[in-house]
């Protein structure tokens, strides 16, 4: 319960700042990919969001249409499209990260240095447990 109030608290904060860029919390962590990683597949990317290709391709689409994304197709295998940010989803993707510093230095700001480190720490536990257990619980 905890995780998904805050959770929600959290995207429903990260629509309200993204709608005058004609984006939503679901999309960050997409761009947030290709803004640290770069080119990438969208096959690979569905793999890492645990996702179908179609989802992604719907994803890619739209997020191309609006501008901040863009697709090549490879020279040598015209089935295998990469996907990168473009100009524009560079500093969208900027904008975003800087907004997630926000929020997660102003939910903690009333904690003292030892409980930050402690949650962290916890919290990064937590995460890397989560992506073992997704692919237990099939």
Do not use: C
Request: glycine share 4%; charged share 35%; aromatic share 10%.
């Amino acid at each position: 319960f905890l995780f998904s109030t805050t959770i929600r608290q959290h995207n429903i904060w990260m629509n309200q700042v993204l709608k005058p860029y004609n984006l939503s919390a679901s999309e960050f962590p997409l761009l947030m990919k290709l803004h640290f990683d770069g080119n990438i597949t969208q096959h690979e990317l569905a793999g890492e969001f645990y996702l179908t290709e179609g989802t992604i391709a719907r994803s890619v689409r739209k997020l191309e249409d609006k501008g901040f994304i863009q697709r090549e197709v490879d020279d040598n295998n015209r089935r295998k499209k990469y996907v990168s940010l473009t100009p524009r989803g560079h500093e969208v993707a900027i904008f975003m990260q800087d907004l997630e510093e926000k929020w997660e230095a102003e939910v903690i700001r009333e904690l003292d240095t030892t409980e930050k480190e402690n949650l962290k720490k916890i919290l990064k536990k937590i995460a890397l447990k989560s992506f073992k257990i997704k692919d237990i619980i099939k």
